[in-house]
């Protein structure tokens, strides 16, 4: 690995890798960002631009700027939403900048530890060890379901309760969904295809074992995709992910979703926390490519956060000699659920949908993965859907991860930009395949009294598939059973 030099002041733990600080040096200043950046548009700062923000960051690393809290403020102000690579015109690639600076800082004050962290220690604490702990996420859910269902918690909330709370607390239980099972089963390890596809190798496969001119190594194989559940889209998700996995399986492929598997890592690449997110990393890659037994052809998630953050394994692990083939690897395989249903032959989508809903580019599928055709030409299919357009479509919510806990104000402010021009639009129902998004903008319509219902595509194309049974997901003239 390239070795930073040591930087005038001392400041060397600050030094940026070179590949990193010559990302920074590739900014010519043109500003073709800033209508991009959510913070900058809010408030006008320099400093609070990617721009001003990649100048700090080359000060702190060059030893001509100290970490101080202003400082510090600037650059924990950052959504890490990526709008500013989409716009830049120079190819800046700003979040390996700002996740390098964030990494250097954290390492920085466990050795000279600032004095104004206060609660934040235990918000990030809970953010890394709870939130992206499948099992420590239901613990904690677990009784608050109990008392949803036993209807005590609605009192607990009419009594406003809940508004003694600390505020990073506070602003948890209102990201919280109103329902949901106390226990989410584990989805099923193995989905065997369903389809006309499979019948079609399944008929392949009998005639070569009849004509028997090929051994068994020759026979016509499904494709098998590996899903990834994500941490929070598997306790709250949980009903979306196993329609995804049925959809897949009636596309003919086999589903593979491993119980073993890992966090993403994203949130912890967002918090600084590089060391760990390259341990994650490489546990997922062990468990859908080994390098010994059977490997995965696709790996699909309906996450966009955690989409976005696979899809930097190779970045991650570019100086790990016995990963960095296999992070490439995985990432060629990687798609995002819309991407992978476009590739795969989709059963008719025949019963209608009567709704007209608006669809929401979330910024890790928009920015973060470059999909932003994929889920509307396969929602353009389903009968009786109507998608309405919305100005600033593409401008952050504010959900951004953890940033809507650790920067609850801005991510607010955000989200009720967003709002006022849904509302304005008279809509009601907004598409999105992000976890964050939903649940941030649900709770933020919910404070302000706001009627707006958040679904995941592919809660339609599966009701347009299956029909409306009895788990109707959204209909015109019904409510739809909460998914976040």
């Known amino acids: 690995m390239p070795q930073a030099q040591e930087a005038p002041g001392g400041k060397a733990s600050l030094k940026l890798d070179p590949r990193t600080y010559d990302r920074a040096q590739s900014c010519i200043g043109c500003g073709q960002c800033l209508s991009s950046c959510p913070t900058y548009v ?54 390996e900048i700002i996740e390098e600076t964030r990494h250097r800082l954290a390492k920085y004050d466990r050795e000279k530890p600032p004095a104004y962290e206060s ?39 009419k009594f406003r309760v809940m508004e003694l709370l600390p505020a990073p607390m506070r602003k948890m239980e209102q990201l919280l969904p109103d329902a949901g099972p106390v226990w989410p089963k584990p989805l099923p390890s193995f ?7 499979a019948v079609l190798v399944a008929l392949q496969n009998a005639a070569i074992n009849f004509a028997g001119s090929r051994s068994r190594t020759g026979k016509t194989t499904r494709k098998t995709v590996g899903f990834f559940a994500g941490c929070v889209g598997s306790v709250f998700y ?24 890992k966090c993403c890592g994203g949130v912890h690449r967002q918090g600084g926390d590089l060391d760990a997110a390259r341990d994650l990393a490489r546990a997922n890659i062990d468990l859908f490519i080994p390098r010994e037994g059977l490997a995965v052809d696709f790996i699909v998630t309906n996450i966009g956060g955690c989409g976005s953050a696979m899809m ?7 100086d790990d000699l016995q990963y960095n083939t296999l992070a ?18 989709v059963p008719e989508v025949k019963y209608p949908v009567n709704l007209t809903a608006a669809y929401l580019d979330a910024c890790p599928v928009a920015h973060g993965q470059r ?19 919305v100005p600033d479509s593409q401008r952050c919510c504010g959900g951004a991860g953890a940033f809507s806990l650790e920067q609850s104000r801005i991510a607010d402010d955000l989200a009720n930009q967003k709002l006022d021009r849904l509302a304005e639009a008279n809509v009601q129902v907004l598409i999105t395949g992000n976890a964050g998004c939903a649940s941030h903008l649900a709770a933020a319509a919910k404070q302000r009294g706001q009627t707006l219902r958040l679904v995941h595509p592919v809660e339609l194309i599966h009701q347009s598939i299956f029909g409306p049974r009895e788990n109707q997901i959204i209909d015109r003239n019904s409510q739809p059973s909460p998914t976040i």
Not at 377 to 389: D, K, N
Request: charged letters at 25%.
């Open 238 to 261: 949980d009903r979306v992910n196993r329609m995804a996995i049925q959809i897949l399986a009636d596309c003919g492929v086999d589903v593979y979703a491993p119980p073993q598997q």
């Open 328 to 345: 490439v690897e995985f990432r060629r395989r990687l798609r995002d659920i819309s991407q992978m249903l476009l590739e795969l032959t």
């Open 312 to 318: 930097e394994y190779e970045l991650l692990l570019r």
């Open 119 to 157: 609660y934040r220690g235990a918000l990030k604490w809970f953010v890394k060890n709870v939130l992206t702990n499948p099992r420590r996420l239901k613990v904690t859910v677990a009784p608050i379901r109990v008392l949803q269902k036993t209807r005590v918690y609605p009192l607990l909330k």
């Open 371 to 389: 999909v932003t055709e994929g889920s509307r030409e396969l929602l353009a299919r389903i009968p009786g859907l109507t998608l309405v357009s």
């Open 191 to 197: 989905t065997g295809a369903k389809g006309m596809d």
């Open 42 to 95: 809010q408030t006008g700062l320099e400093a609070e631009s990617p721009r001003g923000r990649i100048q700090i960051m080359r000060g702190l690393s060059d030893g001509n700027i100290d970490p101080t809290r202003s400082v510090r403020e600037h650059l924990d102000s950052c959504l890490s939403c990526r709008a500013c690579e989409t716009a830049c015109p120079s190819g800046v690639v700003y979040h």
